[in-house]
């Protein structure tokens, strides 16, 4: 006789060893999950059975976990915040820029090892739609690897050499849309009612003209609009990014199940984290702008407690480019009874650091701290200088006004004469007229445009600042492939027709090899790069202060551009963003003593100084 049991389901379908632990993890999550998923889809008639369905899949893929994977599921439910300290680092690469394959990156693992990296986000690696895929982020098939990139062995092999060398492979899982040519997507072109209902789809303009009322939109200039006609479909399919990426319903309890099956797939094939793409936009209300909605938060517990249940080793991570007040919701609820996300990106940090540098002052990056609030157990901030993508000035809008924004973007942009910036303007849309910005961090910081030793030499100041900032603040730090060896923009995307509309390929450069091989020659700028900034790195494993959970406040200054950050009682850094040298003495900000400095500090244009005080 069959049993809707949920828990009997997933525990059948274990084998016998694995049950008695698997229903301890149930018990302690299953309050959480089945009171979210109640709140979502507890009106259907068929949730009961719905819901056993949905543990039984889960118990299946847990009991498929291979020995190893099961070990460290172990390992890392015993220690819970083992991503946490301050020997953490990240590093986000394409494989076919970086690798060229995924064997291809296998070779270089040696070079991750040299600058200590703990966690590779590897963007996009499935399969992708055909033509034009945003970069990947059309998915085709969460099943399938990209034919050009390699095969399922090769992703086999690869996450088994990475775990070998104490390295946690990060894949992008985009949850809020699918490539038009998925399976999914071209059963509902071919008339699957089941499958079309896995779509927002609507039979004229009357109700997507409601919700553009309130909705903004990501690419006004490359892919204006939410809503595509598509004559298979005979309707409009909701495509909040770019026509070809259609939005998945998530008020179809199925879509969930698939979405979740499809996670727990790849973390059996070893990838241990998950950068959940476009968080923000998993849920649509009418007369709202259909992000950050309670029932997105909910979406997310549910696959945090699943995550927990059945691979407790994996990691969630939030892509909430979103302001700082909403970022500590995707960590989870504010009594901390459920939990989100492990990590959440920190982009106005980002954001602000870039700002301080244009204005030379760090006042937006005070207010971004002062609003960053003390994590939560066993969780941190991922913080970074640069990624794939543009920076969003609108992040900063609680902080700063549309008019400041705009100055901070013409500066990064080419439009302010003075800047030692060579960005490039990203897409903007009407009422919200602030450019995003484009470019690699060398570019951006003045290394691209240096001309002579002091230039090169402020602009190397420059990037060490950012990079110092991302390492001090408290997070989980994250290297942009390149950064670490000042590569510059690529502006051959131009004369690629599917590329020049989107100037974020500026920074998508193929990994430089002559650059590679000159890292250790400190004559030239990819060795002076890779040696101040491997230099931070070796110092900052160092300081079991700079982990993410210590503690951290900023001192008053006298001067707007001198930013100066503690780390509990033991760690100060004192960063000058600013053209300018400043002095000032250590009694008057409040910082106390500090061995191997005096009480007064000069600080040289672009300049940062940690201290420390030994335990």
Same mark, same amino acid.
């Given at each position: 006789?069959?049993?809707?049991?949920?828990?009997?389901?997933?525990?059948?379908?274990?084998?016998?060893?694995?049950?008695?632990?698997?229903?301890?993890?149930?018990?302690?999550?299953?309050?959480?999950?089945?009171?979210?998923?109640?709140?979502?889809?507890?009106?259907?008639?068929?949730?009961? @059975?719905?819901?056993?369905?949905?543990?039984?899949?889960?118990?299946?893929?847990?009991?498929?976990?291979?020995? &190893?994977?099961?070990?460290? &599921? @172990?390992?890392?439910?015993?220690?819970?915040?083992?991503?946490?300290?301050?020997?953490?680092?990240?590093?986000?690469?394409?494989?076919?820029?970086?690798?060229?394959?995924?064997?291809?990156?296998?070779?270089?693992?040696?070079?991750?090892?040299?600058?200590?990296?703990?966690?590779?986000?590897?963007?996009?690696?499935?399969?992708?739609?055909?033509? &034009?895929?945003?970069?990947?982020?059309?998915?085709?098939?969460?099943?399938?690897?990209?034919?050009?990139?390699?095969?399922?062995?090769?992703?086999?092999?690869?996450?088994?050499?990475?775990?070998?060398?104490?390295? #946690?492979?990060?894949?992008?899982?985009?949850?809020?849309?699918?490539?038009?040519?998925?399976?999914?997507?071209?059963?509902?072109?071919?008339?699957?009612?089941?499958?079309?209902?896995?779509?927002?789809?609507?039979?004229?303009?009357?109700?997507?003209?409601?919700?553009?009322?309130?909705?903004?939109?990501?690419?006004?200039?490359?892919?204006?609009?939410?809503?595509?006609?598509?004559?298979?479909?005979?309707?409009?399919?909701?495509?909040?990014?770019?026509?070809?990426?259609?939005?998945?319903?998530?008020?179809?309890?199925?879509?969930? #199940?698939?979405?979740?099956? !499809?996670?727990?797939?790849?973390?059996?094939?070893?990838?241990?984290?998950?950068?959940?793409?476009?968080?923000?936009?998993?849920?649509?209300?009418?007369? #709202?702008?259909?992000?950050?909605?309670?029932?997105?938060?909910?979406?997310?517990?549910?696959? %945090?407690?699943?995550?927990?249940?059945?691979?407790?080793?994996?990691?969630?991570?939030?892509?909430?480019?979103?302001?700082?007040?909403?970022?500590?919701?995707?960590?989870?609820?504010?009594?901390?009874?459920?939990?989100?996300?492990?990590?959440?990106?920190?982009?106005?940090?980002?954001?602000?650091?870039?700002?301080?540098?244009?204005?030379?002052?760090?006042?937006?990056? %005070?207010?971004?701290?002062?609003?960053?609030?003390?994590?939560?157990?066993?969780?941190?901030?991922?913080?970074?200088?640069?990624?794939?993508?543009?920076?969003?000035?609108?992040?900063?809008?609680?902080?700063?006004?549309?008019?400041?924004?705009?100055?901070? @973007? &013409?500066?990064?942009?080419?439009?302010?004469?003075?800047?030692?910036?060579?960005?490039?303007?990203?897409?903007?849309?009407?009422?919200?007229?602030?450019?995003?910005?484009?470019?690699?961090?060398?570019?951006?910081?003045?290394?691209?445009?240096?001309?002579?030793?002091?230039?090169?030499?402020?602009?190397?100041?420059?990037?060490?600042?950012?990079?110092?900032?991302?390492?001090?603040?408290?997070?989980?730090?994250?290297?942009?492939?390149?950064?670490?060896?000042?590569?510059?923009?690529?502006?051959?995307?131009?004369?690629?027709?599917?590329?020049?509309?989107?100037?974020?390929?500026?920074?998508?450069?193929?990994?430089?090899?002559?650059?590679?091989?000159?890292?250790?020659?400190?004559?030239?700028?990819?060795?002076?790069?890779?040696?101040?900034?491997? @230099?931070?790195?070796?110092?900052?494993?160092?300081?079991?202060?700079?982990?993410?959970?210590?503690?951290?406040?900023?001192?008053?200054?006298?001067?707007?551009?001198?930013?100066?950050?503690?780390?509990?009682?033991?760690?100060?850094?004192? !960063?000058?963003?600013?053209?300018?040298?400043? !002095?000032? #003495?250590? !009694?008057?900000?409040?910082?106390?003593?500090?061995?191997?400095?005096?009480?007064?500090?000069?600080?040289?244009?672009?300049?940062?100084?940690?201290?420390?005080?030994?335990?």
């Amino acid at each position: 006789m069959t049993t809707f049991s949920p828990q009997q389901r997933m525990l059948d379908a274990l084998p016998l060893h694995l049950r008695e632990q698997a229903a301890q993890r149930y018990a302690r999550h299953a309050p959480v999950l089945l009171d979210r998923l109640q709140r979502l889809y507890g009106h259907r008639a068929d949730f009961h @059975a719905w819901y056993a369905d949905l543990m039984g899949a889960v118990g299946a893929l847990h009991g498929a976990r291979s020995p &190893d994977l099961l070990a460290l &599921d @172990a390992r890392r439910a015993a220690d819970p915040a083992w991503f946490a300290g301050q020997h953490m680092l990240g590093y986000s690469a394409y494989v076919q820029q970086f690798g060229g394959s995924l064997r291809g990156v296998i070779g270089r693992i040696a070079h991750l090892r040299e600058m200590g990296v703990t966690y590779l986000h590897l963007l996009p690696f499935l399969r992708p739609r055909a033509g &034009d895929s945003d970069g990947g982020f059309a998915v085709a098939s969460f099943d399938e690897v990209d034919p050009a990139l390699g095969t399922g062995a090769d992703l086999l092999a690869l996450t088994a050499a990475l775990r070998e060398a104490g390295i #946690s492979l990060c894949s992008d899982l985009v949850l809020n849309h699918v490539a038009d040519d998925h399976a999914w997507a071209l059963g509902a072109k071919d008339g699957d009612a089941a499958l079309r209902d896995y779509f927002h789809v609507f039979p004229d303009r009357e109700q997507p003209d409601r919700y553009e009322q309130t909705v903004g939109q990501i690419f006004p200039e490359a892919a204006p609009g939410n809503f595509t006609w598509v004559d298979a479909m005979q309707g409009w399919v909701w495509t909040t990014f770019y026509p070809f990426q259609w939005d998945l319903n998530y008020a179809n309890p199925h879509v969930l #199940s698939a979405m979740v099956q !499809s996670l727990l797939r790849l973390a059996n094939r070893g990838v241990e984290v998950f950068r959940l793409d476009s968080t923000a936009f998993l849920w649509k209300r009418e007369g #709202s702008d259909c992000m950050n909605q309670p029932e997105a938060h909910e979406l997310l517990q549910v696959l %945090r407690a699943i995550v927990e249940i059945a691979a407790p080793g994996v990691l969630l991570k939030a892509e909430a480019i979103v302001p700082t007040r909403e970022l500590p919701a995707y960590f989870g609820d504010a009594g901390g009874a459920a939990r989100e996300c492990h990590l959440a990106y920190h982009s106005t940090l980002m954001a602000a650091g870039w700002a301080a540098l244009a204005e030379q002052d760090a006042g937006l990056l %005070r207010a971004v701290a002062a609003a960053t609030p003390a994590l939560p157990p066993a969780a941190s901030w991922l913080t970074y200088v640069r990624c794939h993508d543009d920076i969003g000035w609108n992040v900063l809008r609680a902080e700063a006004g549309a008019q400041r924004l705009a100055a901070i @973007a &013409d500066f990064y942009g080419g439009g302010d004469s003075a800047s030692f910036a060579a960005g490039v303007a990203f897409q903007t849309s009407a009422g919200r007229a602030v450019h995003g910005t484009n470019g690699s961090a060398a570019a951006l910081a003045g290394l691209e445009t240096a001309r002579g030793p002091e230039q090169e030499a402020y602009a190397l100041r420059r990037l060490m600042l950012l990079h110092g900032l991302a390492l001090a603040f408290g997070g989980l730090p994250m290297l942009y492939m390149g950064d670490e060896l000042g590569m510059e923009n690529d502006h051959t995307y131009l004369g690629h027709a599917g590329r020049a509309r989107d100037t974020r390929w500026v920074q998508r450069a193929p990994f430089d090899q002559l650059r590679y091989a000159q890292r250790h020659d400190r004559s030239g700028p990819a060795g002076r790069v890779f040696g101040a900034l491997c @230099a931070l790195l070796e110092r900052r494993r160092g300081l079991p202060m700079l982990a993410a959970g210590a503690p951290r406040a900023l001192l008053e200054t006298p001067y707007p551009a001198l930013l100066a950050l503690t780390r509990g009682e033991r760690f100060l850094s004192l !960063s000058n963003f600013s053209a300018q040298p400043l !002095s000032f #003495s250590l !009694s008057a900000i409040g910082a106390g003593r500090w061995p191997g400095a005096g009480d007064a500090i000069a600080l040289a244009p672009w300049d940062m100084l940690w201290l420390e005080r030994p335990a």
